[in-house]
């Protein structure tokens, strides 16, 4: 398609502080017979150290975004650079390997394993290391005293409250040291002060130099990050950076920027 | 460390459902014990016709006088002379000096008389035999001495005792040197036999023998003392019996001859009988059959322990099932945190091996609990309910259940099959769910 080479000028593997990047992704669904277009030739690049959040109604794409990026789904079209390969064409297995090496997860409902402990659930992604991490027992003590959650290794996720679930699953998201952390909604289930604890934490983790794509419609997590990326009709509607001194404190009034 | 891991994991999950999990196991559970208690069983009746059937002898010949039916009879032209049949001395001489390869040939006379000493008495059997026939049949004696050829040529009033009857006859005193009564003659007690179990009935063809009221005098005594003509008495009325020959025991000395042997014996006495009134017996033939009955049983075994090892398999199959559609989310989880669907699969049928795997262990410890049992229900049967006890045939009685070693293995792998094979279907069935959809699953 040589008209739309012209958008993404530099075809080929990005350069290399570009951890992850898409090039005229689309992503075509049939649903009882007609075409969806979930993402329009989307183009996006992360380098390292981003921290963006996705924003967009529901249906604007961003959830099939976020499943192209996490390596859940693969695009109709385009490429999809990470760590330099284009994963877009990987088989299952590849990709599967791709996502336990390259990227972390957080999701919305924490998603722990509940018949594993906290220190188990963050051995989790280390279990599918191929070849496996050396002194992966350690790495995980060591996260789980990063979250502040050294005191309960042994304790379930049903004896956790949410914001503490949803920082052994942060622990977990960082165990396998990946370029890329994706959360999906990370504070959707959570009350306002432990939505900012999350926050800080992710804040914190981003300063320490980790690439953070989160999806969000909460115009005040947004803008905790360095970017907001929206989406509408699976085309990027806008994309803006946010002035970090211009974050408010409490961060409870939003401040709405119009496309 | 691997293999560990996924074993603990395995059975982790499943804790999370005690009680299903323990009805998957128990179905497993059961159908290994089965297998192995039912193999135990049959493996405890053949071996003991087997023993029966070598305690005869492989290398022996066995032929009885039948009595024929009455029509039929020989010489029974003359009722007053009673009926005549079976086998005769001459047919002995005939044997022994016709087929080259018996070895060893012993004739014998037997017949039910009460032998009695002061106030004792008992239902005697009386076995009238050459000195071959305690060789031959395995009697050891255990005091004394046995009947020997002197005792043969000088008619000598002489007795033999089995052990039982020896006790009951002498409770107290020391019956050698003794005399014991048989109808109308006295017998000086030489020798008693040591203690021997009783035989069952085989096939049809040997009756059960008991060897407890056995007494055996010289074959020449009987002969000159009691005679071939008997006595019964049947319903009331009396009837006169001559018999010569209860029966001959041949031995051969090469275990290939004794088909043939078997077929010259019975050529002969064809030859010689016009009615049917004997039986030839060959235990090794019986023992063949036996075998073949053991492979049956076996094979009929295998396939009910296939059967109830199949709805076992069934049974952790539908929890599988049940435990994937449950466990979508979690599949959902491991998925996106790089599982593969190789690795989810393995996972799952991990868990299917470990139900299974427990099924098969708990069983065959149950398995190893059939003797005891079965000597606990025979106890409690005997003690509770003596009628239904003595209504038994001996051979469920005296049956001792055999663990096979081979039926333990078996058993605890074909339930580690199932697991794996029932296992396969709802391991694929997670490792095939989208990722997406199943992070989604509420």
Same mark, same amino acid.
């Given at each position: 398609?040589?008209?739309?080479?012209?958008?993404?000028?530099?075809?080929?593997?990005?350069?290399?502080?570009?951890?992850?990047?898409?090039?005229?992704?689309?992503?075509?669904?049939?649903?009882?017979?007609?075409?969806?277009?979930?993402?329009?030739?989307?183009?996006?690049?992360?380098?390292?150290?981003?921290?963006?959040?996705?924003?967009?109604?529901?249906?604007?794409?961003?959830?099939?975004?976020?499943?192209?990026?996490?390596?859940?789904?693969?695009?109709?079209?385009?490429?999809?650079?990470?760590?330099?390969?284009?994963?877009?064409?990987?088989?299952?297995?590849?990709?599967?390997?791709?996502?336990?090496?390259?990227?972390?997860?957080?999701?919305?409902?924490?998603?722990?394993?509940?018949?594993?402990?906290?220190?188990?659930?963050?051995?989790?992604?280390?279990?599918?290391?191929?070849?496996?991490?050396?002194?992966?027992?350690?790495?995980?003590?060591?996260?789980?005293?990063?979250?502040?959650?050294?005191?309960?290794?042994?304790?379930?996720?049903?004896?956790?409250?949410?914001?503490?679930?949803?920082?052994?699953?942060?622990?977990?998201?960082?165990?396998?040291?990946?370029?890329?952390?994706?959360?999906?909604?990370?504070?959707?289930?959570?009350?306002?002060?432990?939505?900012?604890?999350?926050?800080?934490?992710?804040?914190?983790?981003?300063?320490?130099?980790?690439?953070?794509?989160?999806?969000?419609?909460?115009?005040?997590?947004?803008?905790?990050?360095?970017?907001?990326?929206?989406?509408?009709?699976?085309?990027?509607?806008?994309?803006?950076?946010?002035?970090?001194?211009?974050?408010?404190?409490?961060?409870?009034?939003?401040?709405?920027?119009?496309? | 460390?691997?293999?560990?891991?996924?074993?603990?994991?395995?059975?982790?999950?499943?804790?999370?459902?005690?009680?299903?999990?323990?009805?998957?196991?128990?179905?497993?559970?059961?159908?290994?014990?089965?297998?192995?208690?039912?193999?135990?069983?049959?493996?405890?009746?053949?071996?003991?016709?087997?023993?029966?059937?070598?305690?005869?002898?492989?290398?022996?010949?066995?032929?009885?006088?039948?009595?024929?039916?009455?029509?039929?009879?020989?010489?029974?032209?003359?009722?007053?002379?009673?009926?005549?049949?079976?086998?005769?001395?001459?047919?002995?001489?005939?044997?022994?000096?016709?087929?080259?390869?018996?070895?060893?040939?012993?004739?014998?006379?037997?017949?039910?008389?009460?032998?009695?000493?002061?106030?004792?008495?008992?239902?005697?059997?009386?076995?009238?035999?050459?000195?071959?026939?305690?060789?031959?049949?395995?009697?050891?004696?255990?005091?004394?001495?046995?009947?020997?050829?002197?005792?043969?040529?000088?008619?000598?009033?002489?007795?033999?005792?089995?052990?039982?009857?020896?006790?009951?006859?002498?409770?107290?005193?020391?019956?050698?040197?003794?005399?014991?009564?048989?109808?109308?003659?006295?017998?000086?007690?030489?020798?008693?036999?040591?203690?021997?179990?009783?035989?069952?009935?085989?096939?049809?063809?040997?009756?059960?023998?008991?060897?407890?009221?056995?007494?055996?005098?010289?074959?020449?005594?009987?002969?000159? $003392?009691?005679?071939?003509?008997?006595?019964?008495?049947?319903?009331?009325? !009396?009837?006169? @019996? %001559? +018999?010569? #020959?209860?029966?001959?025991?041949?031995?051969?000395?090469?275990?290939?001859?004794?088909?043939?042997?078997?077929?010259?014996?019975?050529?002969?006495?064809?030859?010689?009988?016009?009615?049917?009134?004997?039986?030839?017996?060959?235990?090794?033939?019986?023992?063949?059959?036996?075998?073949?009955?053991?492979?049956?049983?076996?094979?009929?075994?295998?396939?009910?322990?296939?059967?109830?090892?199949?709805?076992?398999?069934?049974?952790?199959?539908?929890?599988?099932?049940?435990?994937?559609?449950?466990?979508?989310?979690?599949?959902?989880?491991? $998925?996106?945190?790089?599982?593969?669907?190789?690795?989810?699969?393995?996972? !799952?049928?991990? @868990? %299917? +091996?470990? #139900?299974?795997?427990?099924?098969?262990?708990?069983?065959?410890?149950?398995?190893?609990?059939?003797?005891?049992?079965?000597?606990?229900?025979?106890?409690?049967?005997?003690?509770?309910?003596?009628?239904?006890?003595?209504?038994?045939?001996?051979?469920?009685?005296?049956?001792?259940?055999?663990?096979?070693?081979?039926?333990?293995?078996?058993?605890?792998?074909?339930?580690?099959?199932?697991?794996?094979?029932?296992?396969?279907?709802?391991?694929?069935?997670?490792?095939?769910?989208?990722?997406?959809?199943?992070?989604?699953?509420?």
């Amino acid at each position: 398609m040589p008209p739309k080479q012209a958008l993404t000028p530099s075809a080929g593997p990005p350069p290399r502080d570009v951890v992850a990047a898409i090039r005229s992704v689309s992503k075509v669904y049939s649903l009882g017979g007609h075409e969806v277009k979930a993402l329009d030739n989307v183009s996006i690049e992360f380098r390292q150290g981003d921290y963006v959040a996705i924003m967009g109604s529901s249906g604007s794409g961003k959830s099939t975004l976020l499943n192209v990026l996490g390596c859940l789904d693969r695009p109709t079209t385009g490429q999809y650079y990470l760590a330099g390969q284009d994963v877009a064409v990987m088989d299952d297995e590849t990709l599967s390997r791709i996502r336990g090496r390259y990227l972390g997860f957080i999701f919305q409902s924490y998603n722990l394993i509940q018949q594993l402990s906290v220190v188990e659930n963050i051995e989790v992604p280390l279990s599918y290391q191929r070849p496996p991490m050396p002194g992966g027992r350690e790495r995980c003590l060591k996260l789980a005293e990063l979250v502040g959650l050294s005191k309960r290794l042994g304790h379930r996720p049903t004896e956790l409250s949410g914001g503490q679930q949803q920082r052994v699953a942060i622990a977990r998201a960082l165990v396998n040291n990946p370029h890329v952390i994706l959360a999906d909604e990370p504070t959707g289930n959570l009350d306002t002060a432990t939505s900012h604890e999350i926050m800080d934490l992710l804040d914190a983790l981003n300063k320490a130099g980790r690439t953070i794509v989160m999806v969000t419609h909460e115009n005040d997590i947004a803008e905790r990050a360095r970017r907001i990326v929206r989406l509408r009709d699976g085309r990027i509607e806008s994309v803006s950076e946010v002035r970090r001194e211009a974050l408010p404190v409490a961060g409870l009034t939003s401040s709405v920027s119009p496309g | 460390m691997k293999f560990l891991q996924q074993l603990r994991l395995g059975f982790r999950s499943l804790l999370l459902h005690k009680l299903r999990s323990a009805l998957a196991v128990l179905g497993i559970l059961i159908g290994v014990t089965a297998v192995i208690w039912l193999v135990a069983m049959g493996e405890g009746v053949s071996y003991q016709a087997q023993q029966q059937i070598k305690d005869l002898g492989a290398t022996s010949i066995i032929v009885r006088s039948i009595k024929p039916a009455e029509e039929s009879s020989r010489s029974d032209s003359n009722a007053r002379m009673g009926i005549s049949y079976g086998l005769l001395r001459e047919d002995f001489e005939r044997i022994v000096t016709n087929v080259p390869t018996i070895g060893r040939a012993v004739p014998m006379r037997e017949i039910s008389r009460e032998v009695r000493h002061r106030e004792q008495f008992i239902d005697g059997m009386v076995i009238a035999c050459t000195p071959d026939y305690f060789g031959m049949n395995r009697l050891k004696i255990a005091r004394g001495r046995a009947i020997s050829e002197i005792d043969m040529t000088s008619y000598a009033n002489v007795v033999v005792l089995a052990h039982e009857a020896a006790v009951k006859l002498f409770p107290i005193e020391d019956p050698l040197g003794r005399a014991v009564q048989i109808g109308q003659e006295f017998y000086v007690i030489i020798g008693v036999a040591a203690e021997r179990s009783a035989a069952a009935a085989i096939g049809g063809s040997l009756d059960a023998r008991q060897y407890d009221r056995d007494v055996y005098i010289p074959l020449t005594t009987f002969r000159v $003392r009691i005679g071939d003509r008997v006595f019964t008495s049947r319903a009331g009325s !009396f009837q006169l @019996e %001559t +018999v010569e #020959l209860t029966q001959i025991t041949a031995v051969v000395d090469d275990m290939k001859e004794v088909d043939s042997t078997a077929d010259i014996i019975r050529v002969l006495l064809q030859r010689y009988h016009k009615v049917v009134d004997y039986a030839i017996v060959v235990p090794k033939e019986l023992l063949e059959q036996a075998e073949t009955m053991r492979a049956m049983f076996n094979v009929l075994l295998l396939l009910i322990a296939g059967i109830s090892l199949l709805v076992g398999g069934i049974g952790i199959m539908n929890i599988m099932l049940a435990t994937v559609t449950e466990r979508t989310r979690e599949i959902g989880i491991r $998925r996106a945190l790089g599982a593969t669907k190789g690795e989810i699969v393995q996972q !799952f049928l991990w @868990e %299917t +091996v470990v #139900l299974s795997g427990t099924g098969g262990l708990l069983g065959v410890l149950f398995g190893f609990l059939c003797g005891p049992t079965v000597n606990g229900v025979r106890f409690g049967v005997r003690a509770s309910l003596p009628e239904v006890w003595a209504a038994l045939p001996p051979n469920i009685r005296n049956l001792e259940p055999r663990l096979a070693p081979w039926s333990i293995i078996a058993a605890f792998a074909i339930s580690v099959g199932v697991g794996i094979v029932f296992g396969i279907y709802p391991a694929r069935r997670a490792a095939n769910m989208d990722p997406i959809e199943a992070l989604r699953h509420e």
